[in-house]
Nanobody, 129 residues
Framework: QVQLVESGGGLVHPGGSLRLGCEVSGLDSYGVAWFRQAPGKEREAVACIGKGDGSPYYADSVKGRFTISGDEPLNAVHLQMSSLKPEDPAVYYC????????????????????????WGKGTQVTVSS
């Protein structure tokens, strides 16, 4: 049984930091992506790391502020979020797929969430003063 479990969400002031975790079990994943979904908005990919070369990819909205990392075989992946802004609050999900997926495509393609097969339940991130 494949399971993804997120952790680390919470309330932070603008400019603050949070570190999210994603534990993956039951699957030798090809990579892990972080998505977020704010109320009334579509789910969007914000960061992705692939197995092997491990090159991370980021959405423009978080580039330079968020860092995705994971140790092979990507059973544990983290998302370090810094300089959090009022537009960052959302439920953050980690996700993976049964087949290889190019992170660059996941990040750059609208509705790329449709290509992911397994999801965690999400963790809430709130940014408020």
């Amino acid at each position: 049984q494949v399971q993804l479990v997120e952790s680390g969400g919470g309330l932070v002031h603008p400019g603050g930091s949070l570190r999210l975790g994603c534990e993956v079990s039951g699957l030798d994943s090809y990579g892990v992506a972080w998505f977020r979904q704010a109320p009334g908005k579509e789910r969007e990919a914000v960061a992705c790391i692939g197995k092997g070369d491990g090159s991370p990819y980021y959405a423009d909205s978080v580039k330079g502020r968020f860092t995705i990392s994971g140790d092979e075989p990507l059973n544990a992946v983290h998302l370090q979020m810094s300089s959090l802004k009022p537009e960052d609050p959302a439920v953050y999900y980690c996700a993976t797929a049964r087949t290889p997926f190019p992170c660059q495509v996941i990040i750059s393609t609208p509705r790329s969430y449709a290509g992911m097969d397994f999801w965690g339940k999400g963790t809430q991130v709130t940014v408020s003063s």
